[in-house]
């Protein structure tokens, strides 16, 4: 993808636009998480209730700081690379939309380094909402054709020239205990 149309995508996603793209693990659909109405679209493009909450990707924790109500320690824990792939459940604060967080006390964050969620969070200065790209209780899609296949009527885009990190989804991890809630396949 050029860096003018990386750009264009950066203003329309900015705008509302709902997407699939490759995240850190799999393929995923995401959208700007303060846009009510596109978090609402992704969530009945791949029928899922909006009670369970959504994963938020930044490239920096910094961008998640209005989401999240935790101490310094914390955000070290939440920021630091591992070798896998890691989302972490964390206090949502006040400001953090329902809409996000679900019925949860807790919002899911993961910090990446993959090259694309990079981009996009650094040109939209946000995180990006992520949720897998499939339809609820489906297996996911694994690459672009699949992706277009599945979706292509429904989404605004669908942004390919990047690999995922992988096929299986992240470990999933509360940051109170440290307890792990999903492991990741090897």
Known sequence: MSPWALNRFILAVSRGAVFGYPTDTIWGLGCHPLIAS???RLLQIKNRHA??????????IEFCRAYIDVNAADL????????HPTTWLVPASDYCPVWIRGNHPTVAIRICSHPLIQTLCEGLQSPLVSTSANRSGRSNVRNRIQMQKQFANELDAIIGGFNTGGIAASEIKLLDCGSTL???PS
Request: proline share 0%.
């Open 38 to 40: 596109s978090v609402s």
């Open 51 to 60: 009670d369970k909450g959504l994963i938020l990707l930044s490239s920096r």
């Open 182 to 184: 999903r492991k990741r």
């Open 76 to 83: 070290e824990t939440i920021a630091q690379t591992t070798n």
